[in-house]
């Protein structure tokens, strides 16, 4: 099972960006999706996460900011970032609950990790 994420770069504070992230592999089902951010010298943080059934959870400070989504059938993630102050800089990761095959056994859940992806946001 992989988790590939992408979409972060360098932006204005007050511009958007988009995340998007993809599950990949031997799944048989995602419960949750979400992101986590980690800024330099912090804790990893919740920003915020999805239900398979589309319930949604966001950290305060994203909260009428940072809107989460999610395709089912692509097993895909996003995450529409608006309005971003400097302060939401950080490296964001992407997270999965799943449950997978292996060989042929189920397994899970499990929690799978994207590789990070970058965004920076200048004032």
């Known amino acids: 099972v992989q988790l590939q994420a992408s979409g972060g770069g360098l932006v204005q504070a007050g511009g958007s960006l988009r995340l998007s992230c993809t599950a990949s592999g031997s799944i048989l089902e995602i419960n949750a999706m979400g992101w986590y951010r980690q800024a330099p010298g912090k804790q990893r943080e919740l920003v915020a996460e999805?239900?398979?059934?589309?319930?949604?959870n966001y950290a305060d400070s994203v909260k009428g900011r940072f809107t989460i989504s999610r395709d089912n059938a692509k097993n895909t993630v996003h995450l529409q970032m608006n309005s971003l102050k400097p302060e939401d800089t950080a490296v964001y990761y992407c997270h999965a609950e799943l449950r997978f095959l292996y060989g042929f056994s189920p397994r899970g859940p499990t929690d799978y990790w994207g590789q990070g992806t970058l965004v920076t946001v200048s004032s």
């Open positions: 999805i239900t398979k059934v589309g319930d949604t």
